[in-house]
């Protein structure tokens, strides 16, 4: 069971990335999928959650509100992580998980499954 995070890179500060988060070895259609990031020196903080099955509810970190957007494509066992607007305090490894039979949670510890995480660095 894997889950594999792409599309980071290093952009200017205004630009859009789309993550994406590939899932294999297991459906995930039945689980929540949520983005946390890191950045250096600091906790692992939630950034923005899909429910369950259709995707019908999503949650946000504050910080990230309109500028952000999560999606899931259950065909492709896929999550996406469109960012719009980047600003330098992005920078950091975007992660993104499943949480088992979950509806929505930004509890990180409800996540069980982890993807390696991808880089993401705004420069101004």
């Known amino acids: 069971v894997q889950l594999q995070a792409s599309g980071g890179g290093l952009v200017q500060a205004g630009a859009s990335l789309r993550l994406s988060c590939a899932g294999s070895g297991r459906a995930f259609t039945g689980d929540a999928m949520g983005w946390f990031r890191q950045a250096p020196g600091k906790e692992r903080e939630f950034v923005a959650g899909?429910?369950?099955?259709?995707?019908?509810?999503?949650a946000y970190a504050d910080s990230v509100k309109g500028r952000f957007t999560i999606s899931r494509d259950n065909a492709r066992n896929t999550v996406y992580l469109q960012i719009d607007s980047l600003k330098p305090e992005d920078t950091a490894v975007y992660y993104c998980?499943?949480?088992?039979?979950?509806?929505?949670?930004?509890?990180?510890?409800?996540?069980?499954?982890w993807g390696q995480g991808t880089q993401v660095t705004v420069s101004s």
């Open positions: 899909v429910s369950r099955w259709t995707g019908s509810n999503t």
């Open positions: 998980a499943a949480a088992s039979s979950k509806w929505l949670t930004n509890v990180r510890r409800e996540y069980d499954y």
